[in-house]
């Protein structure tokens, strides 16, 4: 396995000589081979080389792989060989069409890398046979291009993430060429319909290139593809339109010769690498022009080498060719028959010796070493990663003189930290989001960067921080964002993604895919761990009220924490200082899905630094300082809280409390890593049974003011001891069009009703309190009278503070500040 | 409000007349007016018509909306409210930049709509005045267009629906225009970017018309536009690329006159309508060609007619025009004069008369009645929506002589009832899928309709069933699919999606929309229930053998279940009786998401159609059959299952049990209707807590067998008296490359596991049948190395059958049916 890049690339323009009839029957012996190789991974159990006559035994008992995509990911991919091989071009493959598994697998395995990662599967007849039989077969390997393929950094699953991918990749990597092959069922999706746009951000000089090539095979499982069956000069248009230079390619619909069609497409192939390297030079010389990138429009039949014809049906060419056109291999020595001539026809024995070798001048058509795509470490990301140089958090700590004593909007905090994250970064750290990183309060950065942007400019009056290179990328899709991020965590580099909470659900089942990659990744042994992808969602569901209440649901983190513990991680850090303590936990870590959520309005800071860092170390504790408990006594009652908003409202309750009921014990537990409340048998992070008692008793009411949909609370804690003691608010979907206070109430999350949940829920209070009951019943009429009748929460609500920082605050007037004005987003 | 459709429309050429001055005069005094009530709306809280003198008290304290897109959104209503009056021309208009409420809001006033749907919103100063406190405030109205704003079918909150929406109201609606809006940041995404293929699929004769109207205003939150940003040669050739023939239409960046302009539009627009009306005329005429229909591009500053500079920093034409460009109003006397000014500048007293009412000349732009855009029936679906006519379903019954004693592939029955349900429903129901009706097992449907496609065609040798109209609509984005949908049923249609269950996640957020849509619509009397939205998920999480394993999660379920239980339901139908009863009820409901998951799979029948009518009806039940309880004993254990693979193993289950411990009082539950389990007081399928325990018991292990992840059961069961002794058995995550039953072991769902979860949960079997346990393990592990070495699972264990089946069997050969071939998907 090669563990540093190859040599850097001049971008070379060609050799300059014609392709000769040596390297074309090279290029079509490495063809044949790789289809041999992915029929033969589809169909066969046995006799791999057909050294013996085929017979039913040998063939698979089930049938499953696609085969319509293979021959085109094989063709491109000898081809490129042929030019890596020749310009010595670092590249890396993203393969679109990820069920063409088999098509991967065999082009690894001809490269010699699938022997070198998987030493089972060895360069001779046995190796051919256990890398048949292995595939999509029960304890093999899956049938898409997946982890286990050498060389791929893209999961073969869910369609239209490959450029988005490629682009990732891309960034930051001014050397890599990424050969991005788009399937025309792909280019279907939204994702990859608005991911050609990426080549207005990308930046010639400091990125490096995608070289998006459009696969129009044809068909899908059962229909046309839209892309194939447009005219022509639309296709192109739709192309120039997206920004690109397309070169249109066809082969395979005629009786045009294999060797006639490799020096076309080697031609062409040279021609669209040296204009790349044009550009480059381009820009080099100083042209600031975006250019027209080429691309490659490829048609090909699909199916492409198969039999046309099974049982009287179309097959090549038709959307019959998608999956395994011969299901029924073994039914009939007629089917076999069809089977047997279709393997014969790549007259295997002229590729590989009677070892079971690749013949020497056939492999020669691959580069060496770390230029095989099958081996560049780029697509071993883990391999090139290297530490964030990370400035101390503790440095950029806000001021906490007691708790709430201070106010702070907890994501600028951070801002300035990453302000010098990026400083010490400069080219291996990104952020990305939607639109939105100064809307976010991110802004700070900005100090230290742009947002990258390589599409027209006009002028500083209207263009905020844009500039040809920079580490922000900012474009309405949030597919684009996670795309783009998972591409660049992928080939080893660092970032984040910050994005409102109720739209991160946008991207739920890419979410999924990566949180599979990085869960299967952890067992291959040659996989090295990349860095963690980090979300920020800092516009919170409390907060829609400058939203129009567009923005709902909270639950994101129930979708995450749906998958593998090993993957996921999830904080609420409930101020400034955990913010930033956890952002750098974050930072650090390696392997996860980071879910972090964080309101972005001024809120009370309620721990120092010190605190702040005790309390995320542990990840959910004790406050003293708000609790009224007796030393060694048990209390009366546990308030839990688990968000900003949560935390706020259980202790302006905490504070009612002290002063209503001044002998009642009462418990305050702040809750930043959710996982925590997670059975330790669950989770990695979670608490053992005792220690969960210990927090939050075994018999106790357990009042619990949580971010989210509340079940979660109760699906994180349902074997616990205390489990039917717990009660817990959350958001309820019950957002109309209001202010924030009302939001809460409108949810009974509210501190008037944790109080009342109090009274209900503690034996002793529910038959002598009514009156503060009442009270507290009337508090909230008023409260929403208030906002009904003025358009504004109640000032004595909405600018509340813990006592101590109301003490503070004859002199600090930081109560003032509390009050929101206006905010674009 | 109009519950008819408008006279049909005979898609006029214009009225041949040049636009005169007085129509131009007025297009400018509905445009100011428009505008006026924008402003006021985000801004003023008193003195409406500024019949005083603006003090800070006028302002509304809290300042929430969007001013950016608001005025284009405005003129461009009031010129198609022009051509509407005089072509007739009955249209809707879907509002992309849905963060423009202030302008849908104000133009629905205008026509006279707002106060018909709402009395207290009178057509006077009072009238106005309640309009604008009522905007973004407490108890009012969202900023965002939204249920509450007459006319609209598209919640203005995620972007990047507008053109899916807009072809989903156009289908099976010939005679109607639908004039979409979409906004330049809306068009940065994903589903977007790919809905523009959409003309490939609308029907010229059958269907309505879509004029897109791209809206170029250049900016979004803090950045400008991708499509702003290229050369105008670049972006009519994206759009010529998607199929159309653009109109360009720059506006706003000069000293040109309003009134100009106002001349330049009209006349753009009536050739465009002339345009639409000819593509129509020549379709009628047997033009089967697809069309190039046209397109516009409209070109202004963001926050046209705003102030263009604020505090010394652009304004208009900028992105800091997006929101609330005079954030601080109410700060100083300067801002305040600024606000003055542009309110001033739109000259209202020449718009509305002494009393606050609009003067009659400028309504007369309007249309009429349901003309009005606002007040289209199209646009309130449930007025046009007609029942559909429903075969019925028993009579598609597959025959169930004993259970388990025949198979079937669930959905290939549904489909045959499909059929009937499109031949008797030719015009108000339509199926949408991504690519896989027929993988999925409906392609009975078929031998009624055709999947509709205006691309081009390749001939019946590869194109399968595909035909200018048909009831089927694919295309390979789940976010049309969903979106066409949407649109179809909002405008008062049928439909259904059927999608693979993993892939379903990308649309988890417009399904969060779409939910919103329908429990805010639930309260706003005026708006008239809509047919639910189905889908049908066949392809699910325990059959991924076909697929590479690549399409995992079951989460949608967990997803769906986080909204309000007054609009989801969620079904697991476990065979095809029980399918068929299922789907007849989901397609009569209203107002409801409904999720149906039923394997495509052989798989064997247990209820006959009467079983499954009162099985259905009752959602869930026991089956006496399969279980061995003595009347009036209580049983020993339950063993429950949710979805067909897990009621598959239960009854295996169950049968191991009456062979190896026929004593043991064994209950065998179904549930259907997966809202059953829930709480009567959580969502209205629930089970009351005695009807629950007289079912599951209180006191009696419950072994719980269910389709997706396991906490689901337990967060819809936490309440249940006896949920300590429920033990879930569900989707881990722990999928790889097998077999299906050795997909079942992998996440102990397996029969052999259940017995032994039997075991170990029944006290007095725990310490005697260690001898059974021990087989039980033995079974599954002989089924795991059978699967390693033959790539197949156990012929016994994969072709079991219920016992009574298996007498039956040896007459009918039903068993030897269950093994499958090979599958194209």
């Known amino acids: 396995m090669s563990t540093t890049t190859p040599a850097r690339s001049t971008w070379q323009t060609g050799s300059g000589v014609t392709i000769d009839d040596a390297t074309l029957a090279r290029l079509d012996q490495w063809w044949r081979a790789a289809n041999y190789l992915s029929v033969g991974q589809i169909y066969l159990l046995a006799n791999p080389l057909l050294r013996e006559p085929l017979t039913r035994d040998d063939v698979k008992p089930r049938l499953l792989g696609h085969w319509g995509t293979t021959p085109g990911l094989n063709f491109l991919y000898a081809h490129l060989n042929r030019a890596i091989a020749e310009r010595q071009q670092s590249t890396i493959y993203i393969t679109g069409p990820g069920h063409g598994g088999p098509g991967l697998v065999a082009s690894a395995y001809l490269d010699g890398t699938y022997s070198e990662y998987y030493s089972d599967i060895t360069e001779d007849t046995e190796g051919i046979r256990r890398l048949f039989r292995q595939f999509s077969f029960p304890g093999g390997i899956p049938s898409h291009v997946a982890p286990e393929t050498p060389g791929s950094i893209h999961e073969g699953g869910e369609l239209g993430y490959a450029l988005s991918h490629a682009y990732g990749a891309a960034f930051d990597n001014p050397d890599l060429l990424v050969a991005a092959v788009i399937g025309d069922g792909e280019a279907e999706t939204g994702p990859l319909a608005t991911s050609w746009h990426s080549n207005k951000f990308v930046n010639v000089e400091n990125d490096g290139v995608v070289l998006p090539i459009l696969h129009l095979n044809g068909y899908k499982i059962a229909n046309p593809t839209v892309l194939a069956r447009i005219p022509d000069e639309e296709l192109e248009s739709l192309m120039v339109g997206y920004g690109h230079k397309p070169h249109m390619f066809v082969a395979g619909f005629d009786d045009e010769s294999h060797v006639d069609i490799h020096r076309r497409f080697a031609i062409l192939l040279d021609e669209v690498l040296d204009e790349i390297a044009e550009i480059k030079r381009s820009a080099h010389a100083g042209n600031e022009q975006r250019p027209q990138w080429p691309m490659i429009v490829f048609r090909t039949p699909k199916g492409w080498t198969g039999p046309d014809y099974i049982d009287g049906k179309k097959t090549t060419g038709s959307w019959r060719a998608h999956q395994v056109p011969l299901a029924n291999a073994r039914d009939t020595p007629e089917h076999l028959d069809v089977l047997r001539q279709w393997l014969e026809s790549y007259r295997v024995n002229e590729l590989f010796d009677e070892t079971g070798r690749l013949h020497d001048d056939i492999r020669s058509l691959a580069p060496k070493g770390a230029l095989r795509m099958s081996d560049n470490p780029h697509a071993n990301g883990g391999l090139l990663l290297r530490d964030l140089r990370l400035p101390d958090f503790r440095e950029y700590a806000v001021d906490v003189p007691v708790p709430g004593g201070s106010i702070s909007e907890a994501p600028r905090v951070l801002g300035d930290w990453l302000t010098d994250v990026i400083r010490l970064n400069p080219d291996n750290f990104r952020i990305f989001g939607p639109d939105e990183t100064a809307s976010n309060r991110l802004q700070s950065v900005f100090q230290a960067t742009d947002k990258q942007w390589n599409a027209e400019f006009f002028g500083d009056d209207v263009d905020d921080h844009l500039a040809r290179a920079g580490r922000v990328l900012e474009m309405l899709s949030e597919h684009q964002c996670q795309g783009w991020l998972e591409g660049y965590l992928l080939t080893g580099r660092h970032g984040m993604f910050n994005c409102y909470e109720a739209f991160i659900h946008i991207i739920d089942s890419m979410f999924n895919q990566h949180a599979k990659w990085l869960k299967v990744t952890d067992d291959i042994p040659w996989r090295r761990p990349i860095a963690s992808l980090n979300y920020l969602l800092s516009s919170h569901v409390w907060r829609q009220d400058h939203n129009g209440f567009s923005h709902q649901d909270p639950g994101f983190i129930d979708h995450v924490v749906n998958k593998k513990a090993s993957v996921v991680r999830v904080y609420l850090p409930p101020d400034a200082n955990t913010l930033l303590s956890t952002y750098d936990h974050c930072l650090r870590s390696r392997q996860y899905v980071n879910v972090v959520v964080a309101g972005k309005q001024p809120a009370p800071n309620f721990l120092t630094m010190d605190q702040a860092v005790a309390h995320c170390t542990r990840g959910l504790g004790i406050w003293d300082w708000a609790g009224s408990e007796v030393p060694g006594e048990k209390p009366d009652v546990v308030l839990g809280a688990a968000?900003?908003?949560?935390?706020?409202?259980?202790?302006?309750?905490?504070?009612?409390?002290?002063?209503?009921?001044?002998?009642?014990?009462?418990?305050?537990?702040?809750?930043?890593?959710?996982?925590?409340?997670?059975?330790?048998?669950?989770?990695?992070?979670?608490?053992?049974?005792?220690?969960?008692?210990?927090?939050?008793?075994?018999?106790?009411?357990?009042?619990?003011?949580?971010?989210?949909?509340?079940?979660?609370?109760?699906?994180?804690?349902?074997?616990?001891?205390?489990?039917?003691?717990?009660?817990?608010?959350?958001?309820?979907?019950?957002?109309?069009?209001?202010?924030?206070?009302?939001?809460?109430?409108?949810?009974?999350?509210?501190?008037?009703?944790?109080?009342?949940?109090?009274?209900?829920?503690?034996?002793?209070?529910?038959?002598?309190?009514?009156?503060?009951?009442q009270k507290m019943v009337d508090e909230r009429l008023r409260a929403r009278e208030y906002t009904r009748a003025f358009g504004d929460d109640l000032p004595e609500v909405r600018d509340w503070v813990w006592p101590d920082a109301a003490d503070a605050a004859d002199e600090s007037q930081v109560a003032a500040t509390l009050s929101t004005g206006g905010d674009n987003e």
């Open 643 to 773: 968000g900003d908003v949560p935390t706020l409202e259980v202790l302006a309750a905490a504070d009612i409390l002290r002063r209503e009921l001044p002998d009642l014990k009462v418990r305050v537990i702040n809750v930043v890593d959710l996982m925590r409340l997670q059975d330790s048998r669950e989770h990695p992070h979670g608490l053992s049974d005792a220690q969960f008692d210990g927090l939050f008793t075994s018999d106790r009411p357990v009042i619990f003011a949580y971010h989210g949909y509340p079940w979660l609370i109760h699906r994180l804690t349902y074997r616990r001891n205390g489990h039917s003691n717990i009660h817990v608010r959350g958001y309820k979907e019950e957002g109309t069009t209001t202010t924030p206070f009302d939001m809460v109430m409108l949810n009974d999350l509210d501190r008037f009703h944790l109080v009342i949940d109090v009274i209900d829920n503690v034996p002793s209070l529910g038959s002598t309190q009514a009156g503060l009951r």
